[in-house]
Structure formats: structure tokens, C-alpha cells
């Protein structure tokens, strides 16, 4: 009233009335600014996404939630998936909810009963839910009972993409090259050695779903193709098994990845140690830097005494004869065969390999101690003398007249001596280490150049219809091996053939017509009946021809 009576005093009606419409305009205005500032810290409470699928009983439940980022969550107790979302747009959910519970009816009450209580007792596990999120998951779960009218075509209810499960069966990788056939798998893998057996369990995520047991047979030895070869070797099963009941009980653990071999087929060739096992063993074991374990299958121990030392280097531990075997042995992760993934001879491909030939070499002079990296160089005036290695040959395909080759060789300038390959490597893998060139007839003993030093020469003598094997097996490799190659083609004449056939038989002028007759009679007559007489002038240019490369 004091303040009426000074008001009206002051100002007349109109001005009054004038000036509580602005002092109301002023208020509003104020709080219009206030409502603009801190409108974004006004938001509505939290809506939860909710989404029950059934199939083969309950599988899945899915809670969207509108604060944190994509993650998933799973109760290992109950083997269930929580899955959390953001979104700003789900304040929908529960106006949706009620439009689909009219179309459904609950057939199977007591199945409805028991999906609104999993999904009560999975909200505890969902982080940070608040009351007002809870209270909404609570008015989802009491509309859902009515969300179903047949267990098995419940529809989905939240229009987000399903979390499916996907089978996962852990299978080994098994290649089928030209060579070799072999399984990798870097999952458990079991070894029953009396069976030839290899079990891998596989596993899968997801009931219901029917697999089946996959199986293999392979034979760990890396000269496929070749019948004669593989006819010895013991065939191994590799399967994959779902039931773990199916899988024998293991009695020796190991903590190292497990390699089975072979060496039976052609093992105690020196050709064929090395270019069938030795070096395929190499390229499938280096991975693990002598952390590996060898089980050796069709054993010879007379083979594993024979490459002991290079053996020793590839795997630290001592190589089980699994044939012998009766417990089940159990590794981490295995190779079951060798691998090899071409019909190249004593080479590794380094598109195909992490490994190469220079570096098998390495392994070699490392192995047995040999000293010398590079051959010999030649320089203009100097009197050094190569060493020149001849090979000799006692049964077939031998020169008969090695003392005049030696001879020759002497004169132009080379110390030379002739030594026949023995089972000793070791030993002669330092004398051959020693010499800078190698000169021998083909056959097994020209794969002794593995131990050469880079850049010496190889000769190779090809006998009277061995021309297409010559380049195979020993040409291509020298080139791998970073060594010169010549080549000396014998004729007619320097063959021990011409005194054993007329000069117009098909043995001299039509070999490709013996060797339609099958291998055995092509080796019959040109492996194992044939010696060579070198013509010594014609050889010389090839001797001399060695030196020049020395040279460069």
C-alpha cells in the first residue's frame, strides 16, 4: 500500500499501468536468455533398446544405451551377449514397443516368463544404467510379455543390426603342391605315433550347428609323384575333430611346435637327402629358430647320424622316432610334412619362401665350420693356383681316364685332387669348401657344390642322353647358388656305350626312343652301364674356360 500511495503520487494511471507492462516484458525476457544458455544441459531421461531373440531356447540379449560408445560385453557365466550402443534417436523404442505388443500374443507364458527374467538379470551387468534408464527397461519388460505368439517367429523388435555368432572351426592349412603335400595349423594338435594319427580339435562358438569331422592323408615326404619314391613312405591321417570326446587323452605335453618327416623314398641318395628332405626340412623349420621338434617317421638312424650336425642346428631338441612311439604327444602347433612348392631341384624359391638358397648355404658353412665364403679371384700376373675338386666315381658313369685329366689340369695351372663323396659330410664337406672349382660327371655326387664358396665354378660332364636331366638338377641350382656353370657334352665316342652297341643302334642315335620304354630301361642302360673317357684336347678349352671365370 506504500508503495500504491507513492506510485500514484508519482505517476498518473496511464503512466503506471504503462510501466508494470515493461517491468513483466523485462522479466520474460530474462528468462527467455536464461532458457537459451542452459537448454543443452535439459536432456531427456535415457531410453534403452531392448531386443530378445529366441531360437533354440535364448541366445542373445541386446541393450542399446543412449551414453556409451560400441563395446560388447560377455557373461561367462551364462554365455550371453550384452551389447551397448549410443544413440539419440531411440527415445522411440517404447512408443514402438506397444505398437507391435497389440499384434502378438503370449502362446508360451511360461517361455515369456522366462525371457522378461534373463533379461532383468542381465541389467546389473550393463555400466552405468541410471534409475531413470532402469525404470524404462522395467516398463519394456512388462510390455514384452506379450511380445510373443509364437516361440519360434518371434520378430525382432529394435531395428539394429543382430550380433550373430559365427561357427569357428580351427582347421589346418593343408597345401597339395607339385612336390609335396603338407598341414600347417597353429592351434593344439595331437600325435598318436602307433596309428599315424594327427587329431586337431576344432571348436565352434555356436550350439546347433552340425559339422563334420575333415581328414587328410599325407605322406611327409617331399618327392610326390614320383610312385617309387612314395610307395615306402608311411601315409599319415591329419583329422579335424569337432566332439572332444573323439580325441585320445594326452600323455607327453610339449611347449615347442611339432615337424614330422620322412626319410624314407629315396634317403641315402646324397641327391635326394638333400633336395627330398634336407632342404624342404630347412624351409619348413626355420620359422622357429631351432625351437621345433622333429618326429621322424619310416626312421633310418643312420640317416640322422649322417646330418647330426645340420640336424642340431635346425632343432635344439633330439628328434623322436614316432613310429616307436605309445604315448600321445601333444604340441602347440604343428607341420605335418614337408614343404616344397615346386618340381625345381637342391632350390628354394624366394617368392615363395622367407628363406633362399644363400641363406641355406649359410646354414651349411656355419654347421660344419667351413671358412670360406668366396672362391679364389684370379688377378693378371699372379701365380695363385684355383683347386680343382674332381669327383670320383667307382661303379658307373666314371671316368676312366681321371689320372690323364689330372694331369692336364696340373699343367694349366691348378692343384687338383680326385676324391670320391663319402657318408662322412663333415669331412667332405671341408674339402670341398677348400677347392674353387668342381668338376664331375652327373649324378649324386655334383650335390656336394651346396658347400662351395660363392662365385667358384662347377663343371658338369653330361653323358650320352642325360642332357635333359643335366640342367634340372644341377644347372638352374648353381645359379641359385651364385657359382659359374659350364657344361661338357660328351659325344659317342667318349662314351663307354659305343663299345657295347653298334654305332646305328637306337641306344646311340635315338635315346628318346629308350626313354619311352619307361625309366627303368632308361636308367638300366644309361645310368648304370655307361663310363666316359674324356677327350682331353676337347676338355682343355673347358679348364681354361674355368679359369677365365676365376678372373672376373
Not at 505388443?101 to 525371457?115: E, F, L, P
Request: positive net charge.
Amino acid at each position: 500500500m506504500k508503495y500504491d500511495s507513492i506510485l500514484a503520487r508519482s505517476f498518473s494511471r496511464y503512466e503506471q499501468k504503462k510501466f508494470r507492462y515493461g517491468a513483466l516484458f523485462g522479466c520474460l525476457l530474462v528468462i527467455l536468455s536464461f532458457c537459451t544458455v542452459f537448454k543443452p544441459y535439459f536432456g531427456p531421461l535415457q531410453v534403452l533398446n531392448l531386443r530378445v531373440s529366441m531360437g533354440a531356447g535364448l541366445k542373445m540379449l541386446m541393450v542399446k544405451d543412449t551414453r556409451s560408445s560400441n563395446k560388447i560385453i560377455r557373461d561367462t557365466s551364462s554365455s550371453k551377449y550384452i551389447h551397448e550402443n549410443i544413440s539419440h534417436n531411440s527415445r522411440h523404442v517404447v512408443d514402438e514397443i506397444t505398437n507391435i505388443t497389440s499384434q502378438h500374443i503370449v502362446k508360451n507364458a511360461s517361455s515369456s516368463r522366462n525371457i522378461v527374467g534373463d533379461v532383468s538379470k542381465s541389467l546389473p551387468l550393463v555400466d552405468g544404467i541410471s534409475n531413470s534408464s532402469q525404470q524404462t527397461v522395467k516398463n519394456i519388460t512388462n510390455s514384452s510379455h506379450q511380445l510373443v505368439k509364437d516361440n519360434d517367429n518371434l520378430q525382432h523388435i529394435a531395428k539394429v543390426p543382430e550380433f550373430v555368432p559365427k561357427e569357428v572351426v580351427l582347421e589346418p592349412v593343408c597345401n597339395f603342391t607339385i612336390r609335396s603335400d603338407f598341414c600347417e595349423t597353429n592351434h593344439d594338435i595331437l600325435i598318436d605315433g602307433s596309428s599315424a594319427s594327427v587329431f586337431i580339435p576344432s571348436s565352434t562358438h555356436q550350439t546347433g550347428i552340425s559339422s563334420q569331422n575333415s581328414s587328410w592323408i599325407i605322406r611327409p615326404y617331399a618327392r610326390k609323384g614320383d610312385e617309387a619314391a612314395m610307395n615306402s613312405v608311411r601315409k599319415w591321417s591329419v583329422k579335424s575333430v569337432i566332439d572332444p570326446q573323439q580325441l585320445p587323452k594326452c600323455t607327453k605335453n610339449h611347449s615347442v611346435p611339432a615337424i614330422i618327416f620322412s626319410n624314407a623314398g629315396y634317403a641315402g641318395n646324397h641327391f635326394h637327402d638333400f633336395t627330398d628332405i634336407v632342404i624342404p626340412l630347412y624351409m619348413s623349420s626355420r620359422q622357429f629358430n631351432g625351437e621345433v621338434q622333429f618326429l621322424i617317421t619310416d626312421n633310418g638312424y643312420w640317416w640322422i647320424e649322417k646330418f647330426r650336425k645340420l640336424l642340431k642346428k635346425l632343432s635344439r631338441y633330439d628328434i623322436i622316432d614316432i613310429d616307436k612311439e605309445t604315448d600321445v604327444h601333444c604340441f602347440p602347433r604343428g607341420i605335418i610334412g614337408l614343404k616344397r612348392y615346386d618340381g625345381r631341384e637342391l632350390t628354394i624359391d624366394p617368392s615363395k619362401s622367407s628363406q633362399s638358397m644363400k641363406d641355406f648355404r649359410e646354414l651349411l658353412r656355419s654347421s660344419y665350420s667351413l671358412p670360406r665364403a668366396t672362391a679364389i679371384k684370379i688377378k693378371d700376373g699372379e701365380k695363385k693356383k684355383p683347386r680343382l675338386l674332381i669327383i670320383a666315381r667307382k661303379r658307373t658313369r666314371s671316368f676312366t681316364n681321371a689320372g690323364k685329366i689330372a694331369q692336364m689340369a696340373r699343367r694349366l695351372g691348378y692343384k687338383v685332387i680326385v676324391a670320391e663323396a663319402t657318408m662322412n659330410v663333415q669331412k667332405f664337406a671341408e674339402l670341398v669348401n677348400s677347392c674353387d672349382v668342381l668338376l664331375g660327371v652327373h649324378g649324386a655326387g655334383l650335390t656336394n657344390i651346396v658347400f662351395l664358396p660363392e662365385n667358384a665354378v662347377v663343371i658338369q660332364v653330361v653323358p650320352l642322353a642325360k642332357e635333359w636331366l643335366s640342367r634340372f638338377y644341377f644347372e638352374e641350382p648353381s645359379m641359385a647358388m651364385n657359382l659359374s656353370y659350364l657344361e661338357y657334352k660328351v659325344r659317342a665316342e667318349e662314351s663307354s656305350l659305343i663299345q657295347q652297341y653298334p654305332l646305328d643302334h637306337q641306344v646311340l642315335k635315338d635315346p628318346s626312343s629308350i626313354r619311352k620304354q619307361g625309366w627303368e630301361a632308361f636308367k638300366s642302360v644309361y645310368l648304370d652301364k655307361q663310363n666316359i673317357q674324356l677327350d682331353l684336347k676337347r676338355f682343355r678349352g673347358t679348364l681354361l674356360k674355368a679359369r677365365e671365370l676365376l678372373a672376373r
